[in-house]
């Protein structure tokens, strides 16, 4: 591992933790030549299918951008980065557990939506605007309309 400070490849492991899922592996490392110390991470690396887009091309998964657009949805929102990271974990884990090759991005995007539902409801109408390109007001209210509809049923099933 080269230092981020000196450029420097010898290094020493001062401390390692898994986080709470044992995915991730933290690791405190000291420079030897600098002395100074950083943090280094540690996942596995899976493979992730790829993804078909609306016009058919393929496409790589890409964490990054999930968690980003989570991030933008989830802005000024009692939403911690722990709770975007734990459900894009959940999402890849489903993901891969269905066993495909390849998913078309619509299936990844209703997860997305779903999701966010129950982790913050201004979040999701932020990511649904988007990702449903609404054309106007109209079917930005239809959507909250749903959004609406929905939180009734569920205050009169309990």
Same mark, same amino acid.
């Given at each position: 591992m080269k230092c981020p400070y000196c450029g420097h490849l010898d290094n020493k492991v001062v401390d390692s933790r898994?986080?709470?899922?044992?995915?991730?592996?933290?690791?405190?490392?000291?420079?030897?030549?600098?002395?100074?110390r950083f943090t280094t991470y540690e996942r596995l690396e899976v493979t992730m299918p790829m993804l078909i887009k609306k016009d058919g091309r393929r496409e790589t998964w890409d964490r990054n951008k999930v968690v980003n657009?989570?991030?933008?949805?989830? $802005?000024?929102?009692?939403?911690?980065?722990?709770?975007?990271? &734990?459900?894009?974990? #959940?999402?890849?884990?489903?993901?891969?557990d269905m066993g495909e090759r390849e998913i078309p991005v619509k299936l990844v995007g209703a997860r997305l939506m779903d999701g966010l539902r129950n982790l913050d409801e201004v979040a999701y109408v932020r990511f649904a605007s988007v990702y449903r390109q609404f054309k106007d007001l109209?079917?930005?209210?239809? $959507?909250?309309?749903?959004?609406?509809?929905?939180?009734?049923? &569920?205050?009169?099933? #309990?």
């Open positions: 898994l986080n709470k899922e044992s995915t991730i592996t933290r690791r405190r490392r000291k420079c030897e030549a600098c002395e100074r657009g989570l991030k933008k949805a989830c $802005e000024k929102r009692p939403v911690s980065m722990e709770e975007v990271e &734990d459900f894009v974990d #959940s999402l890849e884990r489903d993901l891969q109209n079917e930005f209210m239809d $959507e909250l309309k749903g959004l609406l509809g929905a939180q009734e049923d &569920d205050a009169a099933a #309990s």
